[in-house]
C-alpha cells in the first residue's frame, strides 16, 4: 500500500506541475458558481415577490440541485469533458518518454502501478467533490431546513461517475503513447458507452446486456437522492473491469503476451462483469434507499398498502399495441427499458412483475395514415409502414389475437392488461395529453380493481339528467367514462353505470349521481331514491335555478333547498352569472384536495349557479364548502338574459348581496357507517364544456374539486390518496444582503481565489 500511494502522491504532483489540473478545477468551480448562482438568485426574487408563499411547498434544495439544469444535471452534462484532458497522459506519458521502463526495472509491480495511478484520480475527483460540497454547505445555511442527504446522495453518484470515467482514460491511456489520442479515444469510447443501450433492442436477452452497458442517466438516480444497488454495482463493475483490462494491457506490454492470451483475459473479465451485472440489475435482488426527506422516489403510502395486498402472487403486465395506432412509438423495441421504467416503483416492492409485448394491427382512425394510404386495407397498410419504419420485429394481425383478449373495447388503442395468476384483470390505459402515460394514481387505481371491489357510481337517468355517456357541452362523458382522459373516473377506480329509477337503486351502488332532472320524479321514483338515502348511500346532487322545482322534492328531506334567483358576480371581464369560488375554512378542513386550493388561493367556475339554503334534517350534519363572494355578488331575481341585459342589485325586489352557499356536504352516521351527501346549485362545474373551457386570464382548478368530491364519496377509496409530507426546505432563510455577498464569494472570489494560487505555485517553480 506504501508504494501504491508513492505512486499516486507522485502522479499528483506531475498532475499538478502541469496547468492542465489546475484549469480544470477553476473552470469546474466557475462553472459550478455560475449554475448556483442562477438558480439561488431565482429562489431569492420568488422569496421577495412573494411567490414563495402563494404556490405549494415545494423543495428547493430539490430545485437548486436536482431539477432539470440545476447544479447536478450541469455539473454530469459536462464532466465527460475534463475527465480525458485529466486522464490523457497518465500512462501514455510513461510510454513516450520511455521512463516506464524505469518502472518496469524497479521492484513494483503491474497492479502497484495501476492503483497508485488511478489512486491519484480518484483524489482528484474528491477535491472536486470538496469544491461541491463548498456550495451544498451554502445550501444547508441559505435555505431553511434544506434537504442534505439530497446533496450528499447526489454528489456521491457525480464522484462514481467521475471514478468510472477515470477508470476508462486510465484505459485508453495505456493503449498509446499519444495523449491526444488517448483524449479522443476516450471521448469516443464515452460515447459508445452512451449509444450501447439502443443496440439490438429488439433481440430479447441482448438487449438486456448493451442497455445495462449503457453509461447513460445512470446517475439520474442518485441525483433524485435515490440509492439502487443495481447502479453502485453498475459504476464499481465498470471500473473494475477498465482497471482489469489496463492490468491486462501493461501485463502483455510487460511480458509479451500472445494475442489469443490476452484476448481470453479480456473476454474472461466481460463474461464475468456482464453476469454480475445482469443478475444484479434483476428486481429481486435490487436494493432501493430513498434519503429524501418526503421519500419523493418511494409510492406513497397508499400505493405501498395496494401493493402490499398482492402478496406473492404473480402479476403480469400484458402490452397490447396496434402498430397502426398513433400511440405505436410506446411499443417500439427501442422503448423496451423506458416501458419497464414506469412500473420500477412497483417492482421495489413486488419483483414478481412480468412483463409481454404483443404488437398486432388493426385499421383505427389516424389522420395521417388515412390520408396516405386511404384505399389499402389493414395488411396492406401494415406492410407498407414496415417497409417504411424497417420494423423487423413480428406483427401479428388482430385475428390471430381476439381469442385472448377483446380489445374493441378500447378501440384497439395502445393498452396494458393487468393479469392476476387468480384470472382477475383490469384495462390501464394511456391518455391524449402531453404526459400519455399513466402516473402512480391511475396504476394504483388499476393494481386496486385486482385486489378489491371499487365503488361504482350510479347516474340517475329517465328524466332529461346529465348522462355520464354523452358528449354534449352539458354532458358528462369527459369526468366519467372517456377512456382517454386521464382524470376520467373510470380511470380513477371507478365503475360507472346508468341507472333508471323503474326499480331499488342495486346494493352495488356505492354512490348515486342526480344531476339536473329536467322533470319532475313520480311519487314511486322519489320512494327509491328516499329508500337509498335511508339505507346509508352516498350521494351527489346537483341543480341549475331551472330545476329548482324537480329538485327541491329531491332533497327536502336532507334540509336542503335551491332559493329562486341565480348567483352573478359581475367583473369587467366575464359573464355575469359566472361564479368564481374559494373553499371555505370547513371545506378546506374537509379535504385535502381543498386544502391545497385553498391555500393556493385557487378557484373552481361554476357558470349559472342557485343558491343554497340549508337547515339539515334531524341526523344530518352541514358544511359549507363554497360560498359566492362575500363582496360584489348577489342572488339575482329579475334578470334573465345576461348577454343583452345588465345585472343590478335590487333590494327590493328580494335580492340580497351576501355570501351564498353553492357547495354543501352533508353527513350523519347509518349502522356504523358515515353516509355522505354533497350538493351543489351548480351542475355544469364537471360538464364537458366546462372542464375544456379556456377563459382569458382566469386558471379554474375544477379538477380539485372533483377528486375531493369523489375520495370523500367513496370513504376515501378512490382517487388514490397521492399527498405526501410537505418539504420543510421550501423557502430560503438568508436575506437579500447575505446571498449577495455570497454570490460574489462562491461565483467569483472562490475560482480566483485557485487561480491566484496555481499562480503563485507557478511564480514559486519558476524562482527555484
Known amino acids: 500500500?506504501?508504494?501504491?500511494?508513492?505512486?499516486?502522491?507522485?502522479?499528483?504532483?506531475?498532475?499538478?506541475?502541469?496547468?492542465?489540473?489546475?484549469?480544470?478545477?477553476?473552470?469546474?468551480?466557475?462553472?459550478?458558481?455560475?449554475?448556483?448562482?442562477?438558480?439561488?438568485?431565482?429562489?431569492?426574487?420568488?422569496?421577495?415577490?412573494?411567490?414563495?408563499?402563494?404556490?405549494?411547498?415545494?423543495?428547493?434544495?430539490?430545485?437548486?440541485?436536482?431539477?432539470?439544469?440545476?447544479?447536478?444535471?450541469?455539473?454530469?452534462?459536462?464532466?465527460?469533458?475534463?475527465?480525458?484532458?485529466?486522464?490523457?497522459?497518465?500512462?501514455?506519458?510513461?510510454?513516450?518518454?520511455?521512463?516506464?521502463?524505469?518502472?518496469?526495472?524497479?521492484?513494483?509491480?503491474?497492479?502497484?502501478?495501476?492503483?497508485?495511478?488511478?489512486?491519484?484520480?480518484?483524489?482528484?475527483?474528491?477535491?472536486l467533490m470538496i469544491v461541491i460540497a463548498l456550495f451544498g454547505i451554502h445550501t444547508t445555511i441559505g435555505v431553511k431546513d434544506a434537504d442534505f442527504p439530497l446533496i450528499l446522495c447526489g454528489m456521491l453518484g457525480v464522484f462514481l461517475l467521475f471514478c468510472t470515467y477515470a477508470s476508462i482514460g486510465l484505459f485508453m491511456s495505456s493503449l498509446t503513447s499519444y495523449t491526444v489520442v488517448s483524449a479522443m479515444g476516450t471521448l469516443a469510447l464515452l460515447a459508445g458507452l452512451a449509444y450501447s443501450r439502443t443496440l439490438?433492442?429488439?433481440?430479447?436477452?441482448?438487449?438486456?446486456?448493451?442497455?445495462?452497458?449503457?453509461?447513460?442517466?445512470?446517475?439520474?438516480?442518485?441525483?433524485?437522492?435515490?440509492?439502487?444497488?443495481?447502479?453502485?454495482?453498475?459504476?464499481?463493475?465498470?471500473?473494475?473491469?477498465?482497471?482489469?483490462?489496463?492490468?491486462?494491457?501493461?501485463?502483455?506490454?510487460r511480458h509479451k503476451s500472445s494475442f489469443i492470451v490476452s484476448f481470453a483475459k479480456y473476454a474472461g473479465v466481460v463474461v464475468v462483469v456482464f453476469g454480475l451485472g445482469f443478475i444484479s440489475a434483476q428486481p429481486v435482488f435490487k436494493g432501493y434507499i430513498d434519503v429524501t426527506d418526503t421519500k419523493a422516489n418511494t409510492l406513497t403510502k397508499s400505493s405501498q398498502e395496494v401493493v402490499s395486498k398482492l402478496g406473492d402472487e404473480d402479476l403480469t403486465i400484458h402490452t397490447y399495441a396496434n402498430m397502426l395506432d398513433k400511440n405505436f412509438y410506446f411499443a417500439l423495441p427501442v422503448m423496451y427499458q423506458m416501458d419497464r421504467m414506469i412500473f420500477e416503483?412497483?417492482?421495489?416492492?413486488?419483483?414478481?412483475?412480468?412483463?409481454?409485448?404483443?404488437?398486432?394491427?388493426?385499421?383505427?382512425?389516424?389522420?395521417?395514415?388515412?390520408?396516405?394510404?386511404?384505399?389499402?386495407?389493414?395488411?396492406?397498410?401494415?406492410?407498407t409502414v414496415s417497409k417504411l419504419m424497417n420494423f423487423t420485429f413480428p406483427i401479428k394481425p388482430y385475428e390471430?389475437?381476439?381469442?385472448?383478449?377483446?380489445?374493441?373495447?378500447?378501440?384497439?388503442?395502445?393498452?396494458?392488461?393487468?393479469?392476476?395468476?387468480?384470472?382477475?384483470?383490469?384495462?390501464?390505459?394511456?391518455?391524449?395529453?402531453?404526459?400519455?402515460?399513466?402516473?402512480?394514481?391511475?396504476?394504483?387505481?388499476?393494481?386496486?380493481?385486482?385486489?378489491?371491489?371499487?365503488?361504482?357510481?350510479?347516474?340517475?337517468?329517465?328524466?332529461?339528467?346529465?348522462?355520464?355517456?354523452?358528449?354534449?357541452?352539458?354532458?358528462?362523458?369527459?369526468i366519467a367514462q372517456e377512456k382517454t382522459f386521464r382524470y376520467a373516473l373510470i380511470n380513477q377506480g371507478f365503475d360507472i353505470k346508468d341507472v333508471p329509477l323503474t326499480n331499488d337503486i342495486p346494493d352495488d351502488i356505492k354512490i348515486v349521481v342526480i344531476a339536473e332532472p329536467r322533470t319532475a320524479l313520480s311519487p314511486e321514483e322519489l320512494a327509491r331514491i328516499n329508500r337509498y338515502v335511508d339505507r346509508g348511500g352516498n350521494m351527489l346532487i346537483m341543480g341549475e335555478p331551472d330545476s329548482r322545482e324537480h329538485l327541491n322534492p329531491i332533497i327536502a328531506p336532507l334540509g336542503v333547498q335551491l332559493e329562486p334567483g341565480i348567483l352573478v358576480e359581475p367583473t369587467a371581464k366575464y359573464q355575469p352569472d359566472l361564479l368564481t369560488v374559494t373553499p371555505t375554512a370547513a371545506?378546506?378542513?374537509a379535504s385535502m384536495y381543498l386544502a391545497s386550493l385553498r391555500k393556493g388561493q385557487g378557484v373552481i367556475t361554476m357558470p349559472g349557479t342557485a343558491p343554497l339554503s340549508v337547515t339539515p334534517a334531524q341526523g344530518f350534519k352541514a358544511e359549507t364548502w363554497f360560498t359566492s363572494d362575500t363582496t360584489g355578488s348577489w342572488n339575482e331575481l329579475e334578470t334573465k338574459n345576461f348577454v343583452d341585459d345588465s345585472a343590478t342589485l335590487n333590494t327590493a325586489a328580494g335580492e340580497k348581496a351576501e355570501p351564498f352557499a353553492t357547495v354543501v356536504s352533508l353527513s350523519r352516521d347509518v349502522k356504523g357507517k358515515t353516509q355522505k351527501i354533497i350538493v351543489t346549485g351548480d351542475a355544469d362545474w364537471i360538464s364537458n364544456a366546462e372542464l375544456?373551457?379556456?377563459?382569458?386570464?382566469?386558471?379554474?382548478?375544477n379538477f380539485n374539486m372533483i377528486l375531493a368530491a369523489f375520495y370523500h364519496l367513496s370513504d376515501n377509496e378512490v382517487p388514490i390518496d397521492m399527498t405526501r409530507p410537505d418539504p420543510k426546505d421550501d423557502t430560503a432563510r438568508t436575506g437579500a444582503g447575505a446571498w449577495a455577498f455570497s454570490k460574489v464569494l462562491l461565483k467569483w472570489v472562490l475560482p480566483l481565489a485557485l487561480l491566484a494560487f496555481n499562480l503563485l505555485l507557478w511564480i514559486k517553480r519558476r524562482g527555484k
Not at 518518454?97 to 497508485?116: A, E
Not at 416503483?345 to 386511404?374: L, W
Not at 375544456?692 to 382548478?701: E, I, N, T, V
Open 200 to 253: 439490438w433492442q429488439d433481440v430479447e436477452g441482448v438487449r438486456e446486456l448493451t442497455y445495462w452497458l449503457s453509461i447513460s442517466g445512470r446517475v439520474d438516480s442518485f441525483i433524485m437522492g435515490m440509492i439502487t444497488t443495481d447502479r453502485v454495482l453498475y459504476f464499481l463493475l465498470i471500473t473494475i473491469m477498465f482497471i482489469a483490462f489496463t492490468a491486462i494491457r501493461m501485463n502483455s506490454m
Open 1 to 127: 500500500m506504501k508504494v501504491i500511494w508513492k505512486i499516486a502522491k507522485a502522479e499528483l504532483q506531475a498532475m499538478f506541475y502541469s496547468p492542465v489540473a489546475w484549469l480544470i478545477l477553476i473552470i469546474f468551480t466557475f462553472q459550478l458558481g455560475i449554475g448556483y448562482s442562477g438558480a439561488f438568485d431565482s429562489l431569492m426574487r420568488n422569496v421577495t415577490m412573494g411567490f414563495i408563499k402563494l404556490n405549494l411547498p415545494t423543495s428547493q434544495t430539490f430545485i437548486l440541485w436536482s431539477n432539470p439544469g440545476a447544479v447536478f444535471p450541469s455539473t454530469t452534462s459536462y464532466l465527460y469533458l475534463y475527465v480525458p484532458l485529466l486522464t490523457m497522459g497518465v500512462i501514455s506519458r510513461e510510454l513516450s518518454t520511455g521512463s516506464i521502463k524505469m518502472l518496469y526495472s524497479s521492484p513494483v509491480t503491474n497492479n502497484q502501478i495501476i492503483f497508485g495511478k488511478y489512486l491519484s484520480l480518484v483524489i482528484y475527483g474528491l477535491l
Open 587 to 589: 371545506g378546506g378542513a
Open 400 to 478: 390471430e389475437i381476439k381469442q385472448q383478449v377483446d380489445l374493441s373495447g378500447e378501440n384497439f388503442r395502445f393498452v396494458r392488461l393487468l393479469q392476476k395468476a387468480d384470472g382477475k384483470q383490469t384495462f390501464l390505459r394511456v391518455f391524449e395529453d402531453p404526459q400519455v402515460m399513466p402516473t402512480e394514481r391511475e396504476i394504483t387505481a388499476a393494481f386496486k380493481r385486482l385486489v378489491m371491489d371499487l365503488p361504482t357510481v350510479g347516474f340517475i337517468t329517465g328524466h332529461g339528467e346529465r348522462q355520464s355517456t354523452s358528449f354534449q357541452d352539458r354532458g358528462y362523458n369527459l
Open 692 to 701: 375544456g373551457a379556456q377563459r382569458y386570464d382566469l386558471k379554474a382548478f
Open 345 to 383: 416503483q412497483y417492482t421495489r416492492f413486488k419483483p414478481k412483475i412480468k412483463m409481454k409485448m404483443e404488437r398486432y394491427y388493426e385499421i383505427v382512425p389516424n389522420p395521417m395514415y388515412d390520408r396516405q394510404y386511404p384505399n389499402m386495407t389493414a395488411k396492406q397498410r401494415m406492410d
